[in-house]
Structure formats: structure tokens, C-alpha cells
């Protein structure tokens, strides 16, 4: 193998005595030293200047990355949990729509609505005058209401 042939990607035995590493880059001092700067296996980055008389030692490798060999089917059912596992993130109402139960209209706007700050649930529900038999609204957090007796 010679200096030439080494560029951005490429992955290489010999410049790390027995690992593969990962070119990142190469600048030329000269036509025979090439500063290689290059990524191991396990992440770590490092630079070596190799001469002309480095060139035996060095070859391409096709091992070191990770093959794509598993079962399809496998990484599907990965995929999906942690599509699931990150759904909240982007779906406020994930567990009304995933849930068997069916809420009323009120009932959401009263969960993601009205009560989605303490501040103004709490302080709303305090001025107003109800009967005593009648059920309070209660929020304790940010993102939590319940009903009280």
C-alpha cells in the first residue's frame, strides 16, 4: 500500500499495531511524510506522521466496523420500541390515544387544557365560589390535575 492511497474513511491495519483504525484525515509535509489523523475502534482520535518506509507495514482492512448481518426482523422490533419509548416526546397525548379508555371531551381539555399550568388552575379555582358538596379541582403540579371530594 502506499501513502497515496490513503484518504477520509478509509480503514487501515498497521498504523496502530494490531488495531484498525479509521482515517479521518491526511496532510502531506513534503512528497514523503503524510500526517494521518485517525479514529480507533473504540473512539478515541490520534495523528502519526508515516514515511515512505511505513508503507509495508500498511494495509486495507475490511474488518474492525460492524457487520450488517443481523435479522431483519430483529431490528425492526427494535426500531419500533424505541419509536414507542420516544413517542411522548413528540405526542403530548400519547396515552389517551393509546389507551382503552375513552375520555370525554372535557375531561382532555380538563387534563391538557385548562390545567396545564399550576398556577393557573389553582388560582382560577380559588376565586370561584361552588358549593361545598361540589367536587374541587385540585393541581398539585405542572402536569398533573385530580379531583378532590
Not at 83 to 105: C, E, K, N
Not at 110 to 136: D, I, K, L, N, Q
Request: proline share 4%; aromatic share 8%; with cysteine.
Amino acid at each position: 500500500m502506499r501513502l497515496e492511497d490513503l484518504s477520509s474513511g478509509s480503514r487501515v491495519v498497521g498504523v496502530v499495531p494490531g488495531e484498525t483504525v479509521s482515517v479521518v484525515a491526511a496532510q502531506w509535509h513534503g512528497s514523503d511524510a503524510l500526517e494521518l489523523t485517525y479514529k480507533t475502534l473504540n473512539g478515541g482520535l490520534g495523528q502519526q506522521v508515516l514515511f515512505r518506509a511505513d508503507e509495508a507495514k500498511l494495509s486495507f482492512s475490511d474488518t474492525g466496523s460492524r457487520p450488517f448481518d443481523a435479522d431483519a426482523e430483529e431490528f425492526r422490533l427494535v426500531a419500533e420500541a424505541q419509536r414507542i419509548s420516544l413517542a411522548g416526546l413528540f405526542d403530548p397525548m400519547l396515552a389517551v390515544a393509546t389507551s382503552d379508555v375513552q375520555p370525554l371531551p372535557h375531561q382532555i381539555r380538563a387534563v391538557y387544557g385548562e390545567c396545564s399550568t399550576a398556577r393557573r388552575c389553582v388560582s382560577s379555582w380559588r376565586t370561584t365560589r361552588v358549593p361545598a358538596r361540589r367536587s374541587w379541582l385540585a393541581c398539585t403540579s405542572r402536569s398533573s390535575c385530580f379531583a378532590t371530594t
